[in-house]
């Protein structure tokens, strides 16, 4: 089975500081990887996949996230956070076998304080 | 661009009372899914369908939960007889294909999601 912990419920920056939001995964198979955003009152949007190659994954609104295969985690930076960065995040994987279903963390909330 | 639509944004119902949320998926994707979030909670997978089957669904979606395909647009979620744990944002997904092999994933697109709110 596979499960992901994002360790930190929420995160609380200051505008144009940098921030880093964790993420751990479990799975005894490979996994792909992705990061997931939800602003207030919408759906859930793709930030950024890693699906194999350089292990380093830029995804949109200036997000990048690097996987690291030996400590199993999939942390998403941004050096210089904006108001607009305000969302849940959520760290998500899928297995190769699995044609399906996408198993997401409890999420981190981003509060962006000017 | 394309996009996942959901109706109603936001359905009230009372407790035993069967609910039917709707979705247009994306118009070439051919997987389908549901998930659900609890207020709160983390987003859980409810379902998938695949030609007119579930091909995979979680220990959540019980004998209350149907979906359907009921023309070339539409893919629905019926809860039979809600109950107040049924409470929750339900969203829909499309994919063009699911994935079997390695270093190829095609992308769920999420649509906004339907709260349920069962009293």
């Known amino acids: 089975a596979q499960s992901v912990t994002q360790l930190d419920s929420q995160v609380p920056v200051f505008e144009e500081a940098p921030v880093e939001l964790r993420c751990n995964y479990s799975?005894?198979?490979?996994?792909?990887l992705f990061w997931y955003v939800q602003y207030p009152n919408q759906g859930l949007q793709l930030l950024l996949k890693?699906?194999?190659?350089?292990?380093l994954v830029k995804g949109i609104n200036g997000f990048e996230a690097e996987f690291n295969k030996s400590q199993t985690s999939f942390h998403l930076r941004k050096p210089s956070v904006h108001i607009s960065d305000t969302a849940e995040y959520f760290c998500?994987?899928?297995?190769?076998?699995?044609?399906?279903?996408?198993?997401f963390g409890s999420g981190t909330r981003l509060s962006i304080r000017p | 661009e394309p996009e996942v639509t959901q109706t109603p944004s936001h359905q009230v119902t009372q407790m035993g009372q069967e609910v039917i949320l709707r979705c247009v998926p994306i118009?070439?994707?051919?997987?389908f899914y549901w998930y659900r979030q609890i207020l709160g909670q983390k987003v859980e997978f409810l379902v998938s369908?695949?030609?007119?089957?579930?091909?995979?669904k979680s220990e959540i979606f019980d004998d209350q939960f149907s979906v359907e395909r009921p023309d070339g647009s539409n893919f629905t979620l019926k809860i039979r007889s809600t109950k107040l744990e049924d409470s929750a944002m339900y969203f829909c997904a499309s994919s063009e294909m699911g994935s079997g092999r390695p270093g190829l994933s095609y992308e769920q697109y999420f649509g906004p999601g339907t709260r349920l709110t069962v009293t």
């Open positions: 799975s005894s198979v490979s996994v792909y």
């Open positions: 369908f695949y030609n007119n089957e579930i091909s995979e």
């Open positions: 890693y699906l194999s190659g350089s292990t």
């Open positions: 118009s070439n994707h051919l997987y």
């Open positions: 998500a994987v899928r297995t190769y076998s699995s044609a399906s279903k996408i198993i």
